[in-house]
């Protein structure tokens, strides 16, 4: 079975950054991160795949993702800037297998690891 570690999340105050990792047992393709926050939905935040990356509107210009596959290294990150109050969740690492550009809520996703929670205070 695959499997997915994520690290890095914290406290920060808003405006601040944050940059969370994810090691993957094997080389996935179409991979990416969605958050939940307690009582809402999973929200899918960003995917990067052999044609690029997709981003949520919600955190466009603030967040990247970038993968690492050399020297058989399976790391993708998130780089997240420009944080806020509403950004605080609990961010997953996942493969996705369908990217919902319309609502990122109904993104679906194959894999996921146990999550590393991110808290932006204001």
């Known amino acids: 079975a695959v499997k997915l570690v994520e690290s890095g999340g914290g406290s920060v105050q808003a405006g601040g950054s944050l940059r969370l990792s994810c090691a993957a047992s094997?080389?996935?393709?179409?991979m990416g991160w969605f958050r939940q926050a307690p009582g809402k939905e999973r929200e899918g935040v960003a995917m990067?795949?052999?044609?690029?990356?997709?981003?949520a509107d919600v955190v466009k210009g603030r967040f990247a993702v970038s993968r690492d596959n050399a020297n058989a290294k399976n790391i993708l990150y998130l780089q997240m800037n420009s944080l806020k109050p509403e950004d605080t969740a609990m961010y997953y690492c996942?493969?996705?297998?369908?990217?919902?550009?319309?609502?990122?809520?109904?993104?679906?996703?194959?894999?996921w690891g146990q999550g590393t929670q991110v808290t932006v205070s204001s």
């Open positions: 990067i795949d052999a044609d690029g990356t997709t981003y």
């Open positions: 094997d080389s996935l393709s179409s």
């Open positions: 996942a493969q996705i297998s369908l990217w919902v550009g319309y609502d990122p809520h109904l993104t679906e996703y194959k894999y």
